[in-house]
């Protein structure tokens, strides 16, 4: 499969194969909180478990940095839910930050 590095772009981060972008996960950080909200990968990339491995290593980068974790985006949700070894980092969506992701977006 090649190298699959990680990079952290202005809103997203992103992991690449050989060169090319594979699969994003797009966050924006409010109060101390990154809030997941969208991931995606190209469809001649899925399958091979690269939305997963990004998820992780973006989740343990924010660790790092001390932030929580709000999954507004289903994957990063089923995610957390699925590895309780992040569950200590996360907060419930609020109406609050849903507004807050949409005025962001525009």
């Known amino acids: 499969m090649g190298e699959t590095p990680v990079t952290q772009e202005a809103d997203r981060f992103v992991i690449s194969v050989n060169g ?7 966050f ?7 809030v997941f909200f969208h991931t995606e990968t190209k469809a001649e990339f ?3 478990g690269l939305a997963t491995q990004l998820i992780r290593e973006v989740l343990d980068q924010t660790r790092e940095r001390g932030l ?3 999954p507004l ?3 990063v949700a089923k995610f957390v839910s699925d590895h309780a070894e992040y569950g ?9 930050l849903n507004e807050w ?3 962001h977006l525009v």
């Open 28 to 34: 924006a950080d409010h109060d101390g909180r990154r």
């Open 101 to 103: 992701v949409r005025r």
């Open 73 to 75: 985006c289903p994957m």
């Open 20 to 26: 090319t972008k594979a699969a994003l996960t797009m």
């Open 46 to 48: 899925g399958g091979r």
């Open 88 to 96: 200590d980092m996360v907060e419930p969506p609020t109406g609050e």
């Open 68 to 70: 929580r974790v709000v």
